[in-house]
């Protein structure tokens, strides 16, 4: 499952930093620069809101109240991102394609989850402002539904879902002792 919300999640990080970017350029206007280039001071230094999934933490993270530097104010994280968001559309589009894609993580079965990822497709591609990262990641998807599908089988023995996650602890544990190595001469 990680490989697969990953690819999604890293497609809304390039969309924010294209926002960014876009943002940054549109600076260069004196009159209205200063809420473009605090808006891309937002997106870069509160990213990790933006990639939270609102389905995995509590109900009180999202209305914790933090001092944002750029804007000299207090607000809850949820009133951050909604500042954001507001700001630019394809942002916006963006950031509810993830969060719909969660929700499917979270609260679909087996026996929903090729339907739900299907019309989640396929909404993505009907879209008005065509996101060509998150085109990538459903292009993906249909390609490799099937395993994607499979992810949602539930063990009968531990009642979750089942994951190769502690296989690729144990993978990453090897080469980082492998990668440690390099720097002995032999191995007494």
């Not at 999640?9 to 940054?24: D, L, P, Q, Y």
Request: charged share 30%; glycine share 2%.
């Amino acid at each position: 499952r990680f490989h697969w919300i990953s690819l999604a999640t890293e497609a809304f990080n390039k969309t924010r930093i294209n926002v960014m970017k876009k943002f940054e350029r549109l600076f260069n206007n004196r009159d209205e620069g200063k809420e473009y280039i605090t808006v891309a001071k937002l997106l870069k230094a509160y990213y990790k809101f933006f990639l939270a999934n609102t389905y995995n933490k509590e109900g009180w993270y999202f209305e914790e109240i933090i001092n944002v530097k750029y804007l000299k104010q207090e607000m809850t994280i949820t009133e951050l991102i909604e500042y954001c968001l507001n700001r630019d559309e394809e942002l916006k589009e963006a950031y509810f394609n993830l969060q719909s894609l969660y929700k499917i993580a979270k609260y679909s079965t087996f026996e929903t989850a090729k339907d739900d990822l299907t019309e989640w497709c396929d909404k993505i591609l009907k879209s008005k402002t065509p996101n060509k990262e998150f085109k990538t990641v459903v292009f993906t998807y249909k390609y490799w539904i099937k395993p994607i599908v499979n992810s949602f089988i539930i063990n009968p023995d531990t009642k979750e879902r089942i994951a190769n996650g502690f296989i690729e602890g144990k993978n990453n544990f090897v080469k980082v002792i492998k990668r440690i190595g390099f720097e002995y001469k032999d191995f007494d």
